[in-house]
Every structure is written in structure tokens, then in C-alpha cells.
């Protein structure tokens, strides 16, 4: 059974700083795809970035980018120039090719501090 | 255009009462999700409708029933409560159902008294 797994509850980071989420995963599959959701306090369920496994490159979302490490099974989001509009419960989460089922890991919250 | 729309936003419901949840989304997507989220917690899935089939998740009690008029429109139907429903329903879609990225709605916020 896939898993994912995100180590930590809560971050907080000073405005403009730079901050990264990690994210890990367990699948015996080859052909997936992983997100990162960005839940703020109103609740909506925002995509921020995806990474299918296949590419070697990593996605970047304008401040957001990802380090891809499909061996290591790692996913971490890397936020830079945080703003205070960054505050938020951030869900990584996967899905295999063909599948209809998103796996979603416990979450971080994130807090950017003025 | 990456809208999904709820409605509801909030409904507050006794253990007696049949309500519904609605979802539209206005993309084309063959694909729409019901989520139930509980506070500090992943959502998680209630029901899939893909290419007019359903596929519902075996733990979800009888009390929710799904309902799909149309391609762009998903219902949820509530009967008989119980105050440990009390979540936040989240509604998403896919352009297909086959590892197609998600786009959820606002979400409903529901309190079973």
C-alpha cells in the first residue's frame, strides 16, 4: 500500500526567508504523479505544484519548486521570498497512473511571521 | 478556468433531517470527487464518479448517497445523520479519472446537531 509521510506537523518562518517542506513516499509502482495543496484558513484545497514521475526535472511554480528524488523517494517543496499569503496547512500527496485514488500525507502547517 | 463551485458553504442539520450537498464544475472534467475532511486531518474519500461509473469507498456509511444528474454536476445526499459527520465536504474534479490532477471546491462546512 502506497504511504506518505510528512515529518513535520509545524514550521514557521520569517517573512522573505526561504523554507522547505519535506515529503517522503512509499510506492512499488514506477508511474505516478505527486502534488503539493496549499489549504489556507478559508479551507479551499489549492494545487501548487506537480511532478510526474517520469521527468527528471524538477517543477517550479514561480516562488515554489520541488526537489524530485525518485530513488530516495523524497518530495520536498522549497518556498522562497515567503509571504504572509504563504500561511497555510500544506498536504503532499500522490496517485498512481491509472488510478482514481489521491493519497494524501498528514500535513504541515505553515505559519510566515511578519 | 479552474473553478469549482459548492454550495452550501455551511449547513447546520439535525439527526432527523435529508439534506444535499452540490457540486458543479464547469471544465468538462470526466471526472469528480466527494472528500470528507475532519479538523487537522488529510481529506478523505467518500465517492469517485468517472465516465459515468460510480465508485464509492467501502467504509462510507449508507447515510451519504451520491448522485451525478449530469456530467458536470455531483450531489450529495444526506439522511439520518450523526454528529461525528460533522466535517468539511470537499468536492473535486479531474479532466479523467486516470491520475488526472484534482481541482477541489471551497468547500461545505456541515455540523450535524
Known amino acids: 500500500a502506497q504511504t506518505v509521510t510528512q515529518s513535520q506537523p509545524e514550521m514557521s518562518v520569517q517573512e522573505a526567508e526561504t523554507v522547505t517542506l519535506s515529503c517522503t513516499y512509499d510506492?512499488?509502482?514506477?508511474?505516478?504523479?505527486l502534488f503539493w495543496y496549499k489549504q489556507p484558513p478559508s479551507r479551499q484545497m489549492i494545487l501548487v505544484i506537480r511532478?510526474?514521475?517520469?521527468?527528471?526535472q524538477n517543477a517550479t511554480e514561480n516562488r515554489f519548486s520541488v526537489n524530485f528524488q525518485k530513488a530516495a523517494k523524497s518530495f520536498s517543496l522549497k518556498i522562497s521570498d515567503s509571504q504572509l499569503g504563504d500561511t497555510a496547512m500544506y498536504f503532499c500527496a500522490f496517485i498512481h497512473f491509472g488510478n482514481e485514488k489521491l493519497t494524501f500525507g498528514t500535513g504541515t502547517r505553515l505559519t510566515i511571521i511578519p | 478556468d479552474t473553478e469549482v463551485t459548492q454550495t452550501p458553504k455551511h449547513l447546520v442539520m439535525g439527526m432527523t433531517n435529508k439534506k444535499s450537498l452540490k457540486c458543479e464544475q464547469h471544465?468538462?472534467?470526466?471526472?469528480m470527487y466527494w472528500y470528507k475532511q475532519k479538523a487537522k486531518k488529510p481529506p478523505e474519500l467518500m465517492f469517485v464518479?468517472?465516465?459515468?461509473?460510480?465508485?464509492i469507498n467501502e467504509s462510507v456509511p449508507s447515510r451519504f448517497s451520491p448522485e451525478c444528474p449530469n456530467s458536470s454536476l455531483l450531489n450529495l445526499h444526506l439522511h439520518a445523520l450523526q454528529p461525528e459527520d460533522s466535517a468539511l465536504y470537499l468536492c473535486a474534479s479531474s479532466q479523467t479519472g486516470l491520475a488526472g490532477t484534482q481541482y477541489f471546491g471551497p468547500g461545505t462546512r456541515l455540523l450535524v446537531l
Open positions: 471544465m468538462g472534467h470526466r471526472a
Open positions: 510506492t512499488s509502482e514506477n508511474n505516478y504523479y
Open positions: 464518479y468517472s465516465y459515468e461509473k460510480l465508485s
Open positions: 511532478q510526474e514521475a517520469y521527468k527528471q
